[in-house]
T-cell receptor
Framework: SQQGEEDPQALSIQEGENATMNCSYK?????LQWYRQNSGRGLVHLIL?????REKHSGRLRVTLDTSKKSSSLLITASRAADTASYFC???????????FGTGTRLQVFP | SQTIHQWPATLVQPVGSPLSLECTVE??????LYWYRQAAGRGLQLLFY??????ISSEVPQNLSASRPQDRQFILSSKKLLLSDSGFYLC?????????????FGEGSWLTVV
């Protein structure tokens, strides 16, 4: 299976702290995408990093990609209670348009 | 702009009854369409994806089937539901995610089989 694994499965922090989530995948990729899911809702795209990029920023989000280790990390800086959600990485299959999601990290940010 | 509609939002069905979940996309042509299932507190499992009318790829052997009768319509069905079919079903669309395009999700359908 190409499904990614995310680590940790759950993370609890205080507002203002940074949150780091990691994702590992199994096959070659063109890009890796991060999504957020509020409880009971559909997923929303956060940020995409291409296989030839090593780091990307968007607001309080920082994503890194290490293709040699087949891993990525998502850092949320200065977290807020509104960041409470589940976060998933997703990898498109290299030669098809299937998008495989990781197992997710449940982030809880306490005020 | 593109939108995706998925219904019904919630349903409770007895074991052995049929199922039909429907998804439609507006504002785009020839999208890739996807059905995912999410068990409570778990990750997303890709069930089916389609690159065109009548073209369905099944990812996991199961009690479900999918059809794409029109370009922007994707239907998830079952003839006889099992308890294990309970979960949160998400429809999604995309244009070539391997080229760097994102995937857009509907709001999901909660299915409880009793």
């Amino acid at each position: 299976s190409q499904q990614g694994e995310e680590d940790p499965q759950a993370l609890s922090i205080q507002e203002g702290e940074n949150a780091t989530m990691n994702c590992s995948y199994k096959t070659s990729i063109n890009n890796l995408q991060w999504y957020r899911q509020n409880s009971g809702r559909g997923l929303v795209h956060l940020i995409l990093i291409r296989s030839n990029e090593r780091e990307k920023h968007s607001g309080r989000l920082r994503v890194t990609l290490d293709t040699s280790k087949k891993s990525s990390s998502l850092l949320i800086t200065a977290s807020r209670a509104a960041d409470t959600a589940s976060y998933f990485c997703a990898t498109p299959s290299y030669n098809t348009d299937k998008l495989i999601f990781g197992t997710g990290t449940r982030l809880q940010v306490f005020p | 702009s593109q939108t995706i509609h998925q219904w019904p939002a919630t349903l409770v069905q007895p074991v052995g009854s049929p199922l039909s979940l429907e998804c439609t996309v507006e504002g785009t042509s020839n999208p890739n369409l996807y059905w995912y299932r999410q068990a409570a507190g778990r990750g997303l499992q890709l069930l089916f994806y389609s690159v065109g009318i009548g073209q369905i790829s099944s990812e996991v052997p199961q009690n479900l089937s999918a059809s794409r009768p029109q370009d922007r319509q994707f239907i998830l069905s079952s003839k006889k539901l099992l308890l294990s079919d309970s979960g949160f079903y998400l429809c999604a669309w995309s244009v070539s995610p391997r080229d760097g395009n994102t995937i857009y999700f509907g709001e999901g359908s909660w299915l409880t089989v009793v």
